[in-house]
C-alpha cells in the first residue's frame, strides 16, 4: 500500500514514499525541507494573491510558479495540482475567485498535515 496522506476531500496531498525516494529515503532531511517549506516559502501564496489584486500578473505568475515548483519538489501533490491551476488561471488574466478560496484551503489543510509527517520523521 502506497504511503500518501490524503485530505478530508480524498485527494492525495502528500505523497510520501515519492518525496522519499527523492531524498533517497532520509526522512529527517524531508521532515527539514517541509519545516523550510513551511517557514521560508509560506508566504508565497499570499504574495501570489496580492500581486492579483494589484493587476501585476508578472509578478504573480513567478510567484506562483515558484510555489508550484517547491509542491512539486516535495510531494505535495493537491498543493501542486491546485497551483497548476491558478499558474493557468494567471497567465489568462484573471483568477476566479473560487480558485483562491481553494487553494487557500489546500494549503491550509497541507501545512496541517505537514506536521504530521515533520514528527513522524523530524523527531
Known sequence: MANV???ANGAVYINVDE????????????AK???K??????HLLDDTINFVQAGDYEKAKVSIHTLKGIAANLALTELYTQTVEMETQIKGGAVQADTRELIQKCLAETLVLIDG???RYGG
Open 19 to 30: 518525496a522519499l525516494k527523492r531524498v533517497m529515503n532520509n526522512g529527517a532531511f524531508f
Open 117 to 119: 509527517v515533520i514528527a
Open 5 to 7: 496522506i490524503n485530505g
Open 33 to 35: 525541507l517541509l519545516t
Open 37 to 42: 517549506f513551511k517557514t521560508e516559502n509560506i
